[in-house]
C-alpha cells in the first residue's frame, strides 16, 4: 500500500487485521491449550496476508 491507496481499501485491510485478531482471541478463548493468543494471531495476520496476494 502506498499513499495513495484508495481510502476504502485501507479501511477495509484495517477492519480484516482486527477481524483476524478478534478470531485468534475468540478460538484462544474456546480452547486456551492450544496455542498463545500471540500465536494465534501471527497465524490469522499471515493467512489474512496471504490472502491479499492472492
Known amino acids: 500500500m ?6 476504502l ?5 484495517a477492519a480484516a487485521a482486527a477481524g483476524a485478531i478478534r ?3 475468540e478460538q484462544w478463548a ?3 491449550t492450544v496455542d498463545s493468543p500471540a500465536d494465534l494471531a501471527i497465524r490469522c495476520m499471515r493467512e489474512f496476508g ?5
Open 9 to 13: 481499501r485501507l479501511r477495509l485491510t
Open 23 to 25: 478470531i485468534a482471541l
Open 30 to 32: 474456546a480452547d486456551p
Open 2 to 7: 502506498t499513499p495513495s491507496t484508495d481510502p
Open 50 to 54: 496471504a490472502g491479499l496476494s492472492r
